[in-house]
């Protein structure tokens, strides 16, 4: 007789390497309403909502304890203010006290308000989500269920969801949270982004996974997507103890990145702010500082001199070494209250990235004085890239504006198709390319980032992509000028070879993906990673690309 | 009855961060206080929800009104809180 077989494993796209185990826990649900009940006592009835209101106060006030983030903490603070409003409590009362069942009376109180804030406009009309989040959360005590949202039950779990929105991550505690698992998303999803710059192993597009049941244990392979289900403690310790000496092994290596042949290629960091270099310390320098951070959740533009002192802070940092500074990526998936845009159908082909400068011109001219202050004061070698730019003009524009300022080093984004079919002709104008791997693959392939069905034309192995890749490395070589890539496909330590073979000069990731990516390159030749290049563009798909190169 | 006219400092108006602090002030007070724009009806000045509801921006002005003893004094501190840039006082370390 053989052993009976435990459950079969669940498979999708493992997009953050590393292996983590335990019990999932799943993101829980918004409750749906019941149907009204009568009430019986309504004293008992209406303590009963004021009851969940004051859970959500106490939750929100526990969460803003907890963190250290002045922004969020003051975020957190005004929602618990929100949910434990003298007038929202008495209007709670009155409709228990009117007949209406707790959970029914949470909602109407919080109608009237989202009403009103619907009605002004502008900026409280962006605060209806808050009210809805607060209200869903009450409605779920009402009825004796989980807040919505990501859990925090003070023990290491695996989160498992259909799909992470970028507020989710904002509850996400990674002390907790071991590994993720989504039913959905891509490897360029906010899921994907999150694990990798947390270091989390995960698994997107994984079929099944938002039906497994609360407390199963289960063991994640970010590296080949595999998700076991049912493992046995002992398994998971040696699993948990196998993936410790495997980090140890990695984080064994050091210095500037370079191939077995010493053939350099520059390892440098993504990072927003200058909390992020903590995680960057093996870096040489930082291939992508993202300006957007500084601007969220702004009604008017961050002045000259703050914009100075944050970037001051980022570069005296890095004296004597190299930081890619981007200048404002605004518009699509990253609107900003103060540029007032508006609606545009299909955002991501929109007013965004360096087109923003058409109509605001001073943005720019105010960014770049900035920056050149802030390097004037530090020792830092700063260069200066701009965002979605399609054509030689614009690629010109920009570097007069950046040589104006007094910068010396202009370079640009390549995220469109256009720009990396003419890098030769960018290149006359610039002095560096970037390619942003995420925006390039959702530009060639008409495919949306976000998107989990289209999840495998997202894949940075698609020869289609390396092609373009290809285009932009050999126009580089001609030239005798940097190009790299700072999207997520450099964090991969099995792409990191072939992008160098297809002439990439550097790479640029989340910190701590620089390790392994490090480990990979030094245990090639160059003339390998050639090779490995040309099988790669040879391959038919992506999933032949990965497995002619593994 | 004690009132107090006052211009809203904040840059980003009588929101966020601003309303928070206001409506903690008003909270903490010794009197009861009400808050109003124009002709509109007065609203409590701790409830959050009533003082973001009044939409008042940068230069609005907001009529403060509070009845019993300490209301003098209680009116004159949440004015000069009104008046006051609470945006500009944001440490910038975001």
Redesign the interface.
Known sequence: MSEPAGPAPLHGIGVSPGLAGGPVLRVAPVPPLPAPVPVTDPDAEADRAVAALREVVAELTRRADRSGEKTLVDVLRAQAMMADDPVLLDAVREHVLAGTDAPHAVDAAFATHRAAFEAAGGYLAERVADLDDLRDRAVAVCLGRPMPGVPSPGHRYVLTAWDLAPADTVDLDPEQVVALVTESGGPTSHTAILARALGLPAVVACSGARDLVDGTVVLVDGTTGAVRVDVDPDELAAAETAERERRTAVAATSGPGRTADGHPVALLANIGAARDLAAADGAEGVGLFRTELLFLDRTREPELAEQAEAYREVFAALAGRRVVIRTLDAGADKPLPFLHQTDEPNPALGVRGLRLVRERPELLRTQLAAIARAAEQTGADVWVMAPMVATRAEAAQFADAVHEAGLPKAGVMVEVPAAALRAGQLLEVVDFLSIGTNDLSQYTFAADRQSGVLAELLDPWQPALLRLIAEVGTAGRAAGKPVGVCGEAAADPLLAPVLVGLGMTSLSMSGRSLAPVRAALAARTYADCERLARLALAADDAERARKAVA | MATRTVTVGS???L???P??LF??AAGAAPVRVTIRTGEKRA??A?????V??L?AKQGTEVVLEADGEGAEATLDSLADLLARDLDAEE????
């Open positions: 840059a980003s108006g929101h966020a961060r309303a928070a409506v903690a609203v409590p701790n409830s959050m929800l009533s973001l509801s939409g440490p910038a370390d975001v």
